[in-house]
T-cell receptor, first 115, second 113 residues
Framework: EAGVVQSPRYKIIEKKQPVAFWCNPI?????LYWYRQNLGQGPELLIR????????DSQLPKDRFSAERLKGVDSTLKIQPAELGDSAVYLC?????????????FGPGTRLTVT | QKEVEQNSGPLSVPEGAIASLNCTYS??????FFWYRQYSGKSPELIMS????GDKEDGRFTAQLNKASQYVSLLIRDSQPSDSATYLC?????????????FGAGTQVVVTP
């Protein structure tokens, strides 16, 4: 079974530039998460999708971050414009339709550096 | 107060010994608990999940949950150098917040030969 796929793996951009991250979850996983992980910290949830519906985006900085999950499969997270403080690893995870369990499987992440 | 707390370590463990990691959480209504292993520069990997009080064993790993005391622990028996990693505790809070995971900052484990 293929794991969660993310691209790009690394991205270096200048501040104020836009950036987008793409995620393809494990086949059959209807729940998709985007996390941000800073060095030495645990992942911080940004947004959670159940199929194509964003059911929790309370932690998403909506002034500059946006996300979409068209057709309930792939997802894209965008930052526009990027700030220096956005430098982090952006992780995508997915969970199978197993109500109450929510075991998450993470992709390799995208390491973003904003200069 | 952080919602999920872990000792940051590093926890130094001789090879072959037992590593004991602890995690406390603030939401008494929390329902599901997970341990992830994260190697440096890699993404978290699920190693254990536990949903009810007591012990759950999987190979060299044992998770222990005590909801009354609001803590969950992970024991690693016969520790190997390959167990050297950061271990993240994750908590899925009460039923009305399903999926809104809270992660601890992780405990770094170093297994010394």
């Amino acid at each position: 079974e293929a794991g969660v796929v993310q691209s790009p793996r690394y991205k270096i951009i200048e501040k104020k530039q836009p950036v987008a991250f793409w995620c393809n979850p494990i086949s059959g996983h209807n729940t998709l998460y985007w996390y941000r992980q800073n060095l030495g910290q645990g992942p911080e949830l940004l947004i959670r999708y159940e199929n194509e519906e964003a059911v929790d985006d309370s932690q998403l900085p909506k002034d500059r971050f946006s996300a979409e999950r068209l057709k309930g499969v792939d997802s894209t997270l965008k930052i526009q414009p990027a700030e220096l403080g956005d430098s982090a690893v952006y992780l995508c995870a997915s969970s199978p339709p197993n109500a109450g369990k929510y075991e998450q499987y993470f992709g390799p992440g995208t390491r973003l550096t904003v200069t | 107060q952080k919602e999920v707390e872990q000792n940051s370590g590093p926890l130094s463990v001789p090879e072959g010994a037992i590593a004991s990691l602890n995690c406390t959480y603030s939401d008494r209504g929390s329902q599901s608990f997970f341990w992830y292993r994260q190697y440096s520069g890699k993404s978290p990997e699920l190693i254990m999940s536990i949903y009810s009080n007591g012990d759950k064993e999987d190979g060299r790993f044992t998770a222990q949950l005590n909801k009354a005391s609001q803590y969950v622990s992970l024991l690693i028996r016969d520790s190997q150098p390959s167990d050297s990693a950061t271990y993240l505790c994750a908590v899925n809070p009460r039923v009305d917040s399903w999926g809104k995971f809270q992660f601890g900052a992780g405990t770094q484990v170093v297994v010394t030969p």
